[in-house]
């Protein structure tokens, strides 16, 4: 009897034996599983990560250029505006307006309310003037547009009135392709288009002109 019942316990110590190194296997199997994984875990999660922080700047990168435009994009409004600057000659001039807008997009593009332009002329002769009903003017190329009801005046006497009119600071020249009338010392003259040129000094009439001059019998009634 004590033969077979050492044979027994033997033979479950040989099983807890068994039993236990199944379970350390086990347990090994599931550390070298929970190390594979966090193997390939890790580099992703990593790689998940450096994308995120990409998105992220990517995304800040396009709210700082979304709300730069939005800002470059906003007009600037004034009352009573004033600007000055020289013409081609040197000559000072100033262009006042009631109601001026600078664009937001192009700043040097002000779009103009009822504008007044003067520029210094001769000693001893008032300035020279164009005013109209709107206007637009590009400050970087010293061009200024108006219309409605423009007028001219060169300060000698001269007043000239049109519809249109686009006036070249460097150049010292106004032309319009729309009908002119005007009076002078010289007298009345009507035509389709007119241009100035040579800083006010030089007048050219075109297309249906008509005109009466002063004679000096005139002139001396």
Do not use: C
């Not at 599983?33 to 995304?59: D, E, N, Q, S």
């Not at 060169?154 to 106004?174: I, M, N, P, Q, Y």
């Amino acid at each position: 009897m004590s033969v077979i019942a050492s044979k027994v316990e033997l033979q479950h110590d040989q099983d807890r034996e068994a039993a236990r190194r199944a379970a350390v296997l086990a347990g090994w199997r599931r550390q070298s599983r929970r190390i594979r994984f966090m193997r390939k875990a890790l580099p992703a999660t990593m790689g998940l990560l450096l994308l995120m922080m990409a998105g992220w700047v990517a995304t800040r990168a396009v709210l700082s250029a979304i709300n730069a435009a939005s800002g470059a994009g906003a007009a600037i409004h004034m009352t009573n505006a004033r600007f000055h600057g020289r013409d081609g000659q040197g000559k000072p001039f100033v262009i006042a307006s009631t109601e001026a807008v600078r664009d937001g997009l192009d700043v040097n593009k002000i779009t103009l309310t009822a504008p007044n332009f003067e520029l210094a002329s001769e000693p001893g002769f008032a300035p020279r003037q164009m005013r109209g009903d709107h206007g637009v003017y590009f400050d970087d190329r010293k061009l200024l547009y108006m219309d409605g009801h423009v007028t001219f005046q060169d300060g000698k006497g001269a007043r000239f009135t049109s519809e249109h009119a686009t006036l070249k600071l460097d150049e010292g020249s106004v032309t319009g392709n729309s009908g002119v009338s005007g009076d002078s010392p010289l007298g009345h003259i009507d035509a389709s288009s007119y241009s100035v040129d040579q800083h006010g000094d030089h007048v050219v009439f075109v297309g249906n002109v008509h005109g009466h001059f002063v004679t000096d019998q005139e002139r001396g009634q």
